[in-house]
């Protein structure tokens, strides 16, 4: 089993920054996916970002809305990966979930769907007001 729990969200202004953690105990792999999602109210959850490390290397992958504003990164010592929030908007606003996929290196079809991942953190709410 892997335990993975989210810290990090809060209330921001347009413009500030945020940054999420996701701290993962219990099995380790040698290859895997942790992806970061996002799900506002009344909306389906949606692909952020992810970082997967396979025998192909280290790889990150970020959606449309957010490259260029967010950055994922990991802290092998404390077993945690970090999702850095620039210049956040009021369409930020949701609750962020860590998730990880055992395995890979899988297709970016497989990176940003939420259906393939195994394990999920609780979620951390994330608020940007204007």
């Known amino acids: 089993q892997v335990q993975l729990v989210e810290s990090g969200g809060g209330s921001v202004q347009a413009g500030g920054s945020l940054r999420l953690s996701c701290a993962a105990s219990g099995r380790t792999f040698s290859s895997y996916t942790m992806g970061w999602f996002r799900q506002a109210p009344g909306k389906e959850r949606e692909f952020v970002g992810a970082?997967?490390?396979?025998?192909?290397?280290?790889?990150?992958y970020y959606s449309d809305s957010v490259k260029g504003r967010f950055t994922i990164s990991r802290d092998n010592a404390k077993n945690t990966v970090y999702l850095q929030m620039n210049s956040l908007k009021p369409e930020d606003t949701a609750v962020y979930y860590c998730?990880?996929?055992?395995?890979?290196?899988?297709?970016?079809?497989?990176?940003?769907?939420?259906?393939?991942?195994?394990?999920w953190g609780q979620g951390t709410q994330v608020t940007v007001s204007s």
């Open positions: 998730a990880i996929r055992p395995g890979g290196p899988d297709p970016i079809r497989v990176v940003t769907d939420p259906q393939g991942y195994d394990y």
């Open positions: 970082i997967s490390y396979s025998w192909k290397g280290r790889s990150t």
